[in-house]
């Protein structure tokens, strides 16, 4: 699997879909799962979906190869890469924004046939890929995915996500224990309750809930559907079209909109057309911290409580967690203060020598423009001026801002990059603001970085690479799950089911094999009705005449009177068994 191309940091993150892992269920559940989705949603999706999988490469009979899809991606200027599972949401977002399309490689259990609480093979590669080959979706997704990379991920997110993750993986393992599941829906409970503000990040996470995710087009009265979540779920996709269902146009204010990822959704947003996705897009960047900057984007940060970038005027950025933003008193910010690793960089590349082991115990620097040039960027002074006012290379010197902040030092060192004083280094410094000693001589060396005024705040260090590991780019898997001896044997009965389908074998020979495999079948596995419906359908299309087919239609009608949800799945099963 080709990664080169990806920053290091991300590369972890893809792993080998490892083809020969998937069971004869699991196919058989991909393969019940898509054909149900293609004859609805050939209905219902937007346009563009049933041709989307046609080209993408995606097929009924078996579960794609990740790389074929991103072979025919890259027709689109996107392609795909296998992960494990939920990767960490900043990861995600940083992959699209690089025209990667990262599909979870695994497979859904029968048990989670309509749905699953944790990303797999056919949400990503059923749901995701066909609907990008629409461009000006498309467009939006990378759109979106270059604004999401920005948006301040809060600590609460963070403890969230782990809670979502561990409950889903658990959920989707035949090996959890109920013990298990209980104490991890009480942790997600526990987190969820203690969860004091919505962050930039949730708050896109809504706006990608809310579109990408389970998004629908068109008028009120009649809209089709283009949501991931959506087109990966039949019994989603019928649901979210009913009355009780309701419609609302799309607005920026679908960040206000919770939801709940365990319930299906009482009321769903309907965009007019994939242009005004970009639209809705760009005015909730407006509300963001790396376009407001300031004081605004700093109180933001302050309560994420997370690895967050401050950039100033002349372009240095300064990373880590932003713990305080003193003002003046026309409430401009005067000086800011990270504790913690903290890294300085310019255009998104570290400092030489200035990376979070340098800075390990944080880092605070003045803002503002200086008393003797209110009107000039300091980074914009040039030597002479610097001169002018006592600032040369071994000089002591004394610099006044506006706003009150007051610093002394022998100047060490000066920064200068693309024409930009950015940075000033001093030694014997000592920084005060209305009495409060913001810097000591006994702290060591004072490097004070220049700007007037606070540009903007993002989310995560500006040079992650450089920055290295940080809670939100953890990489975790999915643990391989063991099969008991009795679900070993289970496999093998679908495997020579799906042999008989694929090596066309016909008529007495098809009726010979096929009664031996459901003797076997009818005394080890009497509950199971998708091997029955798989073979249902073979003898349909090929032994139409054959005994075998009253036997499995009252068969199945036995199977489905079980319960509810397994009597919908044989009778829709059964109506398109006659569809091969």
């Given at each position: 699997m080709e990664t080169d191309f990806l920053p290091p940091h991300l590369r972890k993150y893809v792993v080998e879909q490892h083809y020969e892992k998937y069971t004869p269920i699991d196919q058989a559940v991909w393969r019940y799962i898509l054909r149900q989705l293609k004859s609805y949603l050939s209905k219902h999706a937007h346009e563009s979906y049933v041709e989307g999988l046609s080209k993408t490469g995606i097929s009924v009979e078996r579960i794609p190869r990740i790389e074929e899809i991103s072979n025919k991606l890259k027709e689109f200027g996107w392609r795909a890469l296998p992960v494990s599972g939920f990767i960490p949401p900043a990861a995600f977002m940083e992959l699209q924004s690089l025209g990667v399309l990262?599909?979870?490689?695994d497979m859904r259990s029968i048990d989670h046939l309509l749905y699953t609480p944790a990303p797999d093979i056919v949400h990503e590669a059923a749901g995701h890929a066909p609907i990008?080959?629409?461009?000006?979706?498309?467009?939006?997704?990378?759109?979106?995915?270059?604004?999401?990379?920005?948006a301040i991920l809060s600590k609460e997110d963070l403890d969230m996500y782990e809670a979502i993750r561990e409950l889903s993986d658990l959920k989707e393992n035949p090996g959890s224990t109920a013990a298990q599941i209980k104490a991890a829906e009480q942790k997600l409970e526990t987190v969820s309750k203690n969860t004091t503000h919505v962050s930039e990040a949730a708050e896109l996470g809504r706006m990608n809930w809310w579109t990408?995710?389970?998004g629908l087009i068109g008028t009120l009265d009649n809209p089709k559907i283009f949501g991931a979540g959506l087109l990966s779920s039949k019994g989603e996709s019928?649901?979210?079209?009913q009355p009780t269902v309701k419609k609302i146009p799309l607005s920026v204010d679908c960040i206000k909109q919770g939801y709940d990822i365990t319930e299906q959704q009482p009321q769903l947003f309907v965009t007019p057309d994939f242009k005004t996705l970009v639209r809705v897009l760009n005015e909730m960047a407006d509300q963001m911290a790396f376009r407001l900057g300031?004081?605004?984007?700093?109180?933001?940060?302050?309560?994420?409580?997370?690895v967050n970038s401050a950039e100033l005027s002349s372009g240095i950025q300064i990373s880590g967690q932003i713990i305080e933003a003193i003002t003046d008193s026309a409430q401009n910010v005067a000086y800011l203060r990270l504790q913690g690793p903290s890294q300085l960089s310019f255009k998104d590349k570290q400092l030489p020598g200035h990376d979070k082991s340098y800075h390990l115990h944080g880092f605070g620097t003045p803002v503002g423009f200086l008393k003797t040039y209110p009107a000039k960027d300091p980074s914009d002074l040039t030597r002479t001026e610097w001169a002018d006012i006592g600032v040369e290379i071994g000089s002591k010197s004394r610099l006044e801002f506006v706003s009150g902040v007051v610093v002394t030092g022998t100047v060490?060192?000066?920064?200068?990059?693309?024409?930009?004083?950015?940075l000033l280094t001093l030694t014997d410094a000592k920084a005060e603001f209305q009495g409060r000693i913001l810097f000591d001589p006994s702290w060591g060396q004072y490097d004070m970085a220049l700007g007037a005024k606070v540009t903007s705040v993002f989310g995560g260090p500006a040079d992650r690479e450089a920055y290295g590991e940080t809670e939100d780019f953890v990489a975790k898997r999915v643990p391989a799950p063991h099969y008991r001896p009795e679900e070993l044997k289970l496999h093998t009965q679908y495997g020579r089911l799906r042999e008989l389908r694929e090596k066309n074998i016909q008529a007495a020979e098809l009726e010979k094999s096929l009664s031996e495999l459901l003797a076997n079948h009818d005394k080890d596995f009497p509950q199971d009705w998708l091997l029955r419906l798989e073979a249902l359908e073979l003898t349909k299309a090929r032994l139409s005449n054959s005994a075998l087919l009253a036997k499995l239609e009252k068969d199945l009608q036995g199977l489905a009177s079980k319960d509810e949800t397994t009597k919908n799945l044989i009778h829709d099963g059964i109506a398109l068994s006659g569809n091969l």
């Open positions: 990262p599909i979870a490689s990008l080959i629409q461009p000006e979706f498309a467009e939006y997704l990378r759109q979106y995915a270059q604004v999401a990379k920005k990408a995710e389970y019928q649901a979210c079209l300031g004081l605004p984007g700093l109180n933001k940060a302050i309560e994420a409580q997370s060490k060192g000066m920064t200068v990059v693309d024409g930009k004083t950015i």
